[in-house]
């Protein structure tokens, strides 16, 4: 399966969210990485055919998805940042609702509601009603309705919201595994999200798509840009105001700072190897976080 975005845009009077967008897209699992405002859930919602795009066109296997309509979306899961649910269902009763609307067999979706809510820890809890619900029980059910038709191409906007520690680890195993014939695409600006689980990360400023490539490419930008050092309290005050500073760390009564600069920011500083993280403050530490 082949999913082709083509120089895609969405514009709101003056204001450009998405500009000139191209990426192909094939199993697997893409990180999508931005800041709030970077343009990442109008993206989305043009790619699930909810919002319609200014120009450009999003393909599957070479087709226009507006053209394959009905077709595209039986194949299609989603679970938008912040998702419609009634209060007053229990979480089976919700998840057969979801499979009513999209088309499932009423035994087929009996089957697939219990096993999903085994799968994201709610299947004790599947007479409770969601207003009882935790942000986090809430987030599981999200993904277990995005994953109600079984989705050949699955879209997750700021899929792991709320959710614990142990929580992300089992999703981000869930979503590994499911990748494996199916087009995944996983909206964050938690970089740990996606380190370790995406084929691919797609870092995405201003609306546009900036930079991409594996985990393992996709740092080679910055591969000398990152720097150790240790310094007074005085000094480290002045370089984390100069500098990005992605760690600061007290050791031995002096400052450890972990800067990302292109140039040495002091005289005693080491290269030291870049992760995701520092990819993603390097772009984005001085973009703010408000829409």
């Not at 009905?70 to 057969?96: C, D, S, V």
């Not at 709320?162 to 014939?181: H, M, W």
């Not at 040495?264 to 990819?279: R, S």
Request: proline letters at 3%; glycine letters at 6%; hydrophobic letters at 35%.
């Amino acid at each position: 399966m082949e999913l082709t975005i083509k120089d895609l845009s969405k514009e709101y009077g003056s204001k450009k969210a998405v500009r000139n967008f191209n990426v192909t897209l094939t199993n697997g699992v893409y990180g999508l990485l931005g800041a709030n405002g970077a343009g990442k859930t109008t993206l989305m919602r043009m790619i699930c055919d909810v919002q319609t795009e200014s120009k450009g066109a999003i393909l599957l296997n070479g087709k226009n998805i507006h053209d394959l309509g009905e077709q595209y979306r039986n194949i299609l899961g989603y679970l938008p940042q912040h998702f419609g649910y009634y209060p007053n269902f229990t979480a089976y009763k919700f998840l057969m609702y979801i499979a009513a609307i999209k088309g499932l067999p009423h035994k087929k979706a009996h089957k697939r509601a219990l096993e999903l809510l085994e799968e994201v820890n709610l299947l004790e809890q599947k007479n409770e009603k969601i207003k009882n619900f935790s942000g986090g029980m809430k987030q599981r059910l999200g993904i277990a309705q995005a994953l109600l038709n079984d989705p050949k191409v699955l879209i997750l906007d700021e899929p792991t919201a709320g959710l614990d520690p142990k929580e992300r680890v089992r999703f981000r195993n869930s979503i590994s595994t499911l990748a494996e014939n199916r087009i995944v695409i996983l909206s964050t600006h938690i970089v740990s999200d996606v380190e370790y689980i995406a084929k691919e990360i797609l870092i995405m400023k201003n609306g546009e798509l900036v930079h991409q490539g594996s985990p393992e490419e996709i740092l080679k930008p910055i591969e000398n840009f990152v720097w150790e050092c240790e310094v007074s309290r005085e000094e480290a005050s002045k370089l984390e105001a100069e500098h990005i500073t992605a760690n600061l760390k007290h050791s031995n009564g002096k400052e450890r700072l972990r800067i990302i600069s292109k140039k040495c920011p002091c005289k005693n500083a080491w290269n030291v190897e870049p992760t995701l993280e520092d990819l993603y403050l390097y772009y984005f530490a001085e973009v703010s976080e408000h829409e």
